[in-house]
Nanobody, 118 residues
Framework: VELVESGGGLVKTGDSLRLSCAAS????????MAWFRQAPGKELEFVSW?????YYSEFVKGRFTISRDNAKNTVSLEMSNLKAEDTAVYYC???????????????WGQGTQVTVST
């Protein structure tokens, strides 16, 4: 499965942004789809996953919404009330287990930069 993220950009504090992840080479239907992020100088951090249900990190819960369209083979991350600390490269990932651990995901996109200015 090949994953390609899009939708990143430069926004201001409090703004909203929608990231998309398009999959090819296979259907996302059987997989757990997740978003991770990595801020400069920091480790890769779990954001959210979508399987039968959804799960969010405490840092984004209530502000971010993950959704998937298996027919279109896409996953989205709707981000609202963005904060400076949300600045990071956001990665889409696919795996067979719902987990917050990045090493349990098998396929990754190249990432898209989100920068939130104050």
């Amino acid at each position: 499965v090949e994953l390609v993220e899009s939708g990143g950009g430069l926004v201001k504090t409090g703004d909203s942004l929608r990231l998309s992840c398009a999959a090819s080479g296979g259907s996302i239907g059987p997989y757990i789809m997740a978003w991770f992020r990595q801020a400069p100088g920091k480790e890769l951090e779990f954001v959210s996953w979508s399987g039968i249900g959804t799960y969010y990190s405490e840092f984004v819960k209530g502000r971010f919404t993950i959704s998937r369209d298996n027919a279109k083979n896409t996953v989205s991350l709707e981000m609202s009330n963005l904060k400076a600390e949300d600045t990071a490269v956001y990665y889409c990932a696919a795996g067979t287990r719902s987990s917050v651990a990045p090493n349990l995901y098998d396929w990754w996109g190249q990432g898209t930069q989100v920068t939130v200015s104050t």
